[in-house]
């Protein structure tokens, strides 16, 4: 397994460079645990076993070449088919992942935005409102759980997206929502879950730069990330978290038990 910390947080939500060092800190202390544990227990299973990789963007080197990198490195691990775990800074930062996947890919993004805007007030250079139309390789198959955009046409989220299950459709009926995912994954070929920490309502996670009310409550999130997980995901990014933000280490402490949760259970498939 590979965990890349991926620290890039330009051209929108400043600040979640931090949140993606804080949870590199939280994988490091996970590891360590498990090493010092001597007792029996399934962090043993993460001896060993994983990988961690950590970019820094303090150099304008560094920073002009964070798409080529970012791009390089998700390649060597999916090239080897390696689980893949992506911290990453704001959510234009797993783009280089999602580049990398295939146009066979299966990409469900839990996300409150869809990351697709042309409005007045969007510019069209790249951005992290807009990534999604700034594919550099044929774009994977996207799904989108969680939005609450109400701006966005039916045709305008068609043009990007194979289906969206907005917040109200989950909040409705999450069981529906849950089967037709899990049908939506076992059907693919590749299944990657990307997850912008603002999917989440902000009563759990605050500790976000763009909150919208309405968003996923931890159980129900938990639910849906059972139902797609499979022999075929590839990986998980996870981006958005930003600690400034936080409350009580609310975010800090969901993040770095679901951090811990994708680890073990990626442990436990490979050792199926």
Not at 26 to 35: A, T
Not at 52 to 67: H, I, N, Q, Y
Request: aromatic share 10%.
């Amino acid at each position: 397994m590979q965990v890349v910390v991926f620290p890039f947080d330009l051209f929108g939500s400043p600040g979640t460079s931090e949140g993606a060092r804080a949870l590199g800190d939280v994988v490091n202390e996970i590891l360590d645990d498990s090493d010092r544990e001597e007792r029996p227990c399934r962090g043993h299973a993460l001896r060993d076993a994983v990988r961690v990789t950590e970019f820094d963007f303090s150099e304008p080197a560094a920073v002009t070449a964070w798409r080529k990198d970012g791009r390089r490195a998700a390649r060597a691990a999916l090239r080897h088919r390696d689980f893949l775990l992506w911290l990453g800074g704001n959510h234009l930062s797993a783009l280089p992942v999602l580049e990398e996947l295939g146009r066979d890919a299966l990409v469900i993004q839990f996300d409150a935005h869809l990351d697709v805007y042309s409005f007045h007030d969007t510019t069209e250079a790249l951005s992290h409102g807009n990534f999604l139309t700034h594919f550099a390789t044929p774009r994977p198959r996207l799904v989108n759980v969680g939005h609450r955009d109400l701006f966005l046409t039916p045709a305008e989220i068609g043009e990007t997206f194979e289906a969206v299950f907005p917040a109200w459709d989950v909040a409705t009926d999450a069981a529906r929502v849950a089967r037709e995912l899990g049908a939506l994954a076992r059907g693919a070929n590749r299944v990657w879950l990307d997850i912008d920490a603002d999917a989440f309502d902000p009563t759990a996670v605050p500790a976000v730069y763009a909150p919208l009310p309405f968003g996923l409550l931890p159980p129900t999130f938990l639910a849906l990330f059972e139902a797609v997980w499979g022999p075929n995901v590839a990986g998980v990014s996870l981006t958005e978290f930003d600690p400034g933000r936080d409350a009580r280490d609310a975010s800090l402490n969901l993040f770095g038990w679901l951090v811990e949760h994708v680890l073990l259970k990626a442990a436990a498939r490979a050792a199926e």
